[in-house]
């Protein structure tokens, strides 16, 4: 098999099985496992690792633009004049985390907000999140709402035979 037919194939069928990275990847790994004189296992193992952090990435990155999270902050982009009672190696220091190694509780306070930023945020989209889909039934059917069935197991006024109770 020729080497072009060779790459189509996997290319087919790193499609088929839904591995990017791995069709991504894998020119490379075979030049540097050739140049290293790795051995199969050791190639496979840099392939499936590469598969599993990219996955890993994408679904992190995925379950962020789900959240709906206001835009990224990092610290160098803070603005320090407009922080007032906040100095650089307190936060620093928090950023650490260390207080969580040593189990130490640690108090943030400052003025209460006046709720200027909702109306912001709704008017860029980002008021409330998504309805979250209605619990199924254990078939797959949307459970019954409430009102829904009720009739099955009531009687109509004044009736009190046992038949009834199948027809009502």
Request: glycine share 8%; charged share 30%; net charge positive.
């Amino acid at each position: 098999m020729s080497e072009a037919a060779r790459a189509a194939v996997i290319e087919a069928h790193c499609r088929e099985l839904k591995m990017p990275s791995v069709r991504r990847d894998y020119p490379e790994l075979v030049r540097q496992a050739t140049h290293d004189g790795w051995d199969y296992e050791e190639f496979l193992v840099q392939l499936l690792e590469g598969e599993v952090l990219s996955r890993r990435d994408s679904a992190v990155a995925r379950l962020l633009r789900q959240a709906r999270f206001p835009d990224l902050k990092t610290f160098e982009q803070l603005d320090w004049e407009a922080l007032q009672g906040v100095e650089r190696p307190q936060l620093a220091q928090l950023a650490t985390c260390e207080y969580i190694e040593h189990a130490e509780d640690v108090v943030i306070a400052g003025p209460i907000g006046t709720g200027k930023d909702a109306p912001r945020d709704r008017a860029r989209g980002r008021g409330r999140p998504p309805p979250l889909p209605r619990r199924l039934h254990p078939r797959g059917r949307p459970r019954a709402r409430a009102g829904r069935g009720a009739r099955r197991n009531s009687r109509s006024p004044g009736c009190t035979s046992a038949t009834c109770a199948s027809r009502c």
